[in-house]
């Protein structure tokens, strides 16, 4: 008989929806309140200031009961108009993705093709707008995290690629996946509009998104001609001011929100970005043990959130199965991976290492990986998780406050 109820909880080790953590699971379970009264005005003015904290900015953050998408489209909407030129770099599935968001809503974006094995090229968008010299470029657009690929891209590069070409155009970011992760400083960079998402570095469940304005963005947003109700801004902030919305907010998703802010800032953010940068080490460590190839190219552009794996080629020069593999993992260990999307289907897993994880998390993780490498007949050396283990011995780690 088939075991329905598997023992133990489940690995959710895609690269987002991450696990949600008990903590903000119990701070959700509260009842729902009058979304125009004094309880959830409180409630609404602590968010909004704690979200800042984390895009390190100083400027407005809207946000929307959406998922990342609506937030990719918000972006656009508030500051641009139909016919517009975007620059967008094709750095994986979700650059494509968004590219396509933009085609539908009447924008003309260029792609600047990418391999998906390497960010965004600092120096390529810097040549393309010193040629527009008129000007037509209205938005240059970059994921910061790629998480189709475990791919980052140097955004504090694109804006002296923009500078340096002497040109106006906007910065637009998605960091849906890095947000809370990855080191990300929405003012310092010089960003104009960071695009993020719930259920990824926030390690809330999936159906909050976010747009930080600068306030250039702001400005553009007063001239952009892009039909917009729901995602317009201005309305947006107005309310915020008092610490409410225009419509009815997802009271129990800000609940978790200022629960995550909190653990965020218990923890430190600076602390939480080398903690994921310490496992996303110890992942690769085991990945180069098991004789298997990490997909990004660029050991300078190596994601802390994911690490997504090449699948060796048998005697015929074919991948094996990525999606064989997974499918042998969930159904032994009860733990999922992430598949390879777009054109990476079938031959790339990603094993997502973000949100609320730990030392014994990754351990539990790799192993699971390693197991099910034996058991899917993939051919790899014994050893990753030796070699992750002795990667986090040797790393620097904050010790746990004392008892
Ligand atoms: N951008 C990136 C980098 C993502 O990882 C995702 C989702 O995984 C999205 C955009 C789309 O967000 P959502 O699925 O929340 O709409």
């Not at 984390?54 to 009961?65: A, E, K, L, R």
């Not at 189709?148 to 500078?163: E, K």
């Not at 809370?180 to 159906?207: A, C, F, N």
């Amino acid at each position: 008989k088939l075991n329905s109820h598997p023992s133990g909880r489940h690995f959710l080790q895609i690269p987002g929806p991450s696990t949600v953590p008990d903590r903000i699971l119990r701070a959700m379970d509260y009842p729902t309140i009058d979304h125009r009264g004094p309880e959830f005005q409180a409630l609404g003015k602590k968010v909004l200031a704690d979200i800042k904290k984390v895009f390190q900015t100083q400027s407005p953050v809207v946000i929307y009961p959406s998922s990342g998408t609506g937030a990719w489209e918000a972006a656009l909407v508030n500051t641009l108009s139909p016919g517009d030129h975007v620059l967008m770099y094709e750095t994986g599935h979700f650059a494509t993705l968004w590219k396509k968001l933009a085609e539908r809503l009447s924008l003309k974006p260029e792609f600047i093709q990418g391999d998906w094995r390497h960010g965004a090229d600092a120096a390529q968008i810097e040549a393309r707008l010193a040629e527009d010299t008129g000007h037509s470029i209205k938005a240059v657009c970059v994921v910061h995290n790629e998480t189709s690929t475990g791919v980052t891209s140097n955004i504090a590069a694109v804006r002296r690629a923009i500078d340096n070409a002497r040109h106006p155009a906007l910065l637009l970011v998605d960091t849906i996946s890095s947000l809370g992760s990855i080191d990300y400083r929405h003012d310092e960079w010089g960003v104009d509009v960071t695009i993020s998402g719930s259920q990824k570095g926030l390690m809330l469940p999936p159906g909050l998104s976010f747009n930080a304005v600068s306030e250039k963005a702001l400005a553009a947003s007063k001239q952009a001609k892009l039909p917009r109700a729901f995602w317009a801004w201005d309305e947006i902030i107005a309310a915020n001011q008092n610490g409410f919305w225009p419509y009815t907010p997802a009271t129990n998703l800000l609940y978790g929100l200022s629960e995550a802010c909190d653990m965020l800032f218990e923890e430190g953010l600076s602390n939480v970005f080398a903690r994921h940068q310490r496992h996303a080490l110890a992942t690769r460590e085991a990945v180069q043990a098991w004789g298997l190839e990490v997909l990004c190219q660029n050991p300078a552009e190596y994601s802390g959130v994911l690490t997504a794996v090449v699948m060796p080629k048998d005697a015929n020069g074919q991948h094996h199965s990525a999606d064989a593999l997974r499918k042998v993992i969930l159904n032994h260990f009860n733990m999922s991976l992430g598949q390879g999307l777009g054109k990476l289907s079938g031959w790339v897993f990603r094993i997502g290492h973000l949100g609320d994880f730990n030392d014994l998390t990754l351990c539990g993780t790799l192993s699971g990986v390693e197991m099910g490498l034996d058991l899917a007949k993939v051919p790899h050396q014994r050893g990753g998780v030796l070699a992750a283990l002795s990667s986090l011995a040797h790393s620097a780690k904050v010790p746990l406050a004392q008892a």
